[in-house]
Each structure stands twice: as C-alpha cells, then as structure tokens.
C-alpha cells in the first residue's frame, strides 16, 4: 500500500490529519490553531510519500521547505523506528534523552507510548528526511520479517542510538522512487533498502544475538519494559518492588535474570547509564550542580563521587 505524495501547501488541519492517522500530536507555537489560521496559514510546502509493505515496515518520505516552526509528539509504539535527515536539522527527546540531527545524520530507537518521542523543527528552507518504522503486527499473512530481523529487535539495549549515514546509502535514498516501475517491484526495492537501513542502523556493541537459557522470550520482553524505564526515566527514584512488579517477577528472581540479560543488577545498570547520560551532559556545558540533578542525584557531592569512581576524574575536569 502506499500513498505518492504531490508537492503541495500543508496547512495545521493537514498535519492533524497525519496526526490522527500516526497517533502524533502536533503543536504550532506561534500560530493560533482554530478559526481562520488554522485554514489559511501554510505551516510547510513541498511532498509527503508513505510507503506500508508487507513485511511490516512503513516508509514516510518528506521533502518540505518549512515556513512556520511546529513540534509533533509520537504517541504510539513500534519496536524499531529509523529517522534519517538528509538536508536540513531536527532536535529529538525522548524520555531524559536529548538529540540533534543534522544532514547526513540518523537516529535508532524503539517508541513506547510511556516515553514519546518530542520532535521540534524549525524554521528552515528545506527538511528533507526518511522515517521507517517496522511492526511485525502490521506485516501481511505470510510475508513478516526475517526471523534474524525480530531477534535483533529484541536484543537492543540502547534506547536511541544515533549514528552516520554512508555516502552510498544517501545515494539510495535519493534514487529510492522509481516512477517507471510497477508497484511490486517498487516494494521490492523499499523492502531491502529496509532490511539495509536496519542492518545499518542497529548499534553492532549493544545488541545480544543470542538468548540466555535461563530467561525465556516473555520474560525478557518484561525484562525490557524495566530497561526501558530505567534509561527513559533515569532520574527518577525507584524501589525493587516497583520494578519487579513491571517484570512480574519476584525481587531475586528479577535481579538474577536482570543480571544474565544485561550483564549488571537493575539498580547497577541505572547508576552506569545515569553516570554516562550524566557525562554527555557535562560535555553539553550543564555545570555539576544541573547535571546531578538531571539524573537523578539529590545531592552533588554524592554525584561527584560516583562520577570520579567510574572514571577516574571529577565532573569539573571532564567538562
């Protein structure tokens, strides 16, 4: 199924419409968003393609000259989503975790509808991006994904993940339409650049290919559901029983298969990423104080500690 986007004007009444069908809420800070704005005021011009194949993935190609700034909030879930900017700039949040996209630049992450996905654009003469999204629940009757493809997925262990786009994939993408093909032929090419794009863009030192014999596949899928809260949600406090309870498991139970699918105990796990999450901050010029707070230490003194005995340095120094 796809939908060949024309060159047109994108007014807020169009976006909600994209909106109701993606469940995204999209906000126009500087426009009033009923009455006569709402039908006059051209928000961005240019062309949306969408693209839903068979296997469960979907392709959204936008190429848009973006006249008023808008922020979308992705509400919905999906395993693996890939967003790639080819011209233009993006900042993302996601949970405590903040990203910018520039030109030749992508980022990997899984949604959650706990944790959405904020996108802000600015105004700019032209966004030129690739969204793929993949839901092995959307695929068609015997056409789903390669198995290879779901054990990955399961496996992630890096919430957003942004990486490069090689100059031969740039040129894929560009020539991905070719309006002289049949529509099967055309899922065929969208299929595999798929299967590249995800090959790509999953991050080859995080991923565990192979399952532990202990942990069986629903086990780690609650397993994740607590990684993920622990990583999009860092700064906050929790308990063991909270977390057990969302893995339904018991406390030992929880901190033994924990321990055999990620390699460190729940709360182990929380002070690494705070304290990685917490370096990155320091690097974005958030001074020692800001930066406790931002992952979760209630006191700076105990963060700077934690910090220098992880790695080897206070925080001021590794600003």
């Given at each position: 199924?796809?939908?060949?986007?024309?060159?047109?004007?994108?007014?807020?009444?169009?976006?909600?419409?994209?909106?109701e069908?993606?469940?995204?809420?999209?906000?126009?800070?500087?426009?009033?968003?009923?009455?006569?704005?709402?039908?006059?005021?051209?928000?961005?011009?240019?062309?949306?393609?969408?693209?839903?194949?068979?296997?469960?993935?979907?392709?959204?190609?936008?190429?848009?000259?973006?006249?008023?700034?808008?922020?979308?909030?992705?509400?919905?879930?999906?395993?693996?989503l890939?967003?790639?900017?080819?011209?233009?700039?993006?900042?993302?949040?996601?949970?405590?975790?903040?990203?910018?996209?520039?030109?030749?630049?992508?980022v990997t992450?899984?949604?959650?509808?706990?944790?959405?996905l904020?996108?802000?654009?600015?105004?700019?003469?032209?966004?030129?991006?690739?969204a793929?999204?993949?839901?092995?629940?959307?695929?068609?009757?015997?056409?789903?994904?390669?198995?290879?493809?779901?054990?990955?997925?399961?496996?992630i262990?890096?919430?957003?993940?942004?990486?490069?786009?090689?100059?031969?994939?740039?040129?894929?993408?560009?020539?991905?339409?070719?309006?002289?093909?049949?529509?099967?032929?055309?899922s065929?090419?969208?299929?595999?650049?798929?299967?590249?794009?995800?090959?790509?863009?999953?991050?080859?030192?995080?991923?565990?290919?192979?399952?532990?014999?202990?942990v069986?596949?629903?086990?780690?899928?609650?397993?994740?559901?607590?990684?993920?809260?622990?990583?999009?949600?860092?700064?906050?406090?929790?308990?063991?029983?909270?977390?057990?309870?969302?893995?339904?498991?018991?406390?030992?139970?929880?901190?033994?298969?924990?321990?055999?699918?990620?390699?460190?105990?729940?709360?182990?796990?929380?002070?690494?990423?705070?304290?990685?999450?917490?370096?990155?901050?320091?690097n974005?010029?958030?001074?020692?104080?800001?930066?406790?707070?931002?992952?979760?230490?209630?006191?700076?003194?105990?963060?700077?500690?934690?910090?220098?005995?992880?790695?080897?340095?206070?925080?001021?120094?590794?600003?």
């Amino acid at each position: 199924m796809h939908n060949h986007g024309e060159h047109r004007a994108y007014r807020i009444r169009d976006f909600r419409a994209i909106g109701e069908k993606f469940d995204i809420d999209y906000h126009f800070p500087n426009i009033l968003q009923t009455g006569v704005d709402a039908d006059k005021t051209i928000i961005a011009e240019g062309r949306i393609s969408e693209y839903a194949l068979s296997s469960g993935f979907r392709f959204t190609f936008s190429q848009l000259d973006i006249r008023e700034p808008y922020e979308s909030v992705s509400l919905g879930h999906a395993p693996l989503l890939i967003l790639l900017v080819l011209e233009g700039h993006i900042h993302l949040k996601i949970g405590a975790l903040e990203r910018e996209l520039e030109s030749g630049s992508a980022v990997t992450m899984q949604l959650h509808p706990e944790y959405p996905l904020q996108a802000t654009q600015k105004c700019q003469q032209r966004l030129n991006t690739v969204a793929l999204a993949f839901d092995p629940k959307g695929a068609d009757v015997g056409r789903a994904a390669p198995p290879t493809l779901l054990r990955l997925l399961s496996h992630i262990h890096d919430p957003v993940h942004t990486w490069s786009l090689p100059d031969f994939l740039i040129t894929q993408l560009a020539n991905s339409y070719a309006p002289d093909l049949q529509e099967l032929q055309q899922s065929l090419l969208l299929e595999g650049l798929a299967l590249q794009l995800t090959g790509l863009g999953i991050p080859k030192n995080k991923t565990r290919t192979h399952a532990t014999d202990a942990v069986s596949s629903p086990q780690r899928e609650r397993l994740e559901l607590v990684r993920q809260k622990l990583e999009f949600a860092p700064h906050q406090n929790y308990s063991f029983s909270e977390l057990a309870r969302i893995a339904a498991m018991s406390p030992s139970s929880l901190r033994t298969k924990f321990r055999a699918t990620y390699g460190l105990s729940p709360f182990d796990y929380l002070r690494r990423y705070r304290l990685e999450l917490a370096r990155q901050y320091l690097n974005q010029g958030f001074s020692v104080q800001q930066t406790a707070h931002k992952v979760g230490y209630r006191h700076a003194t105990n963060f700077a500690t934690a910090f220098r005995h992880e790695f080897g340095v206070s925080p001021k120094k590794s600003q």
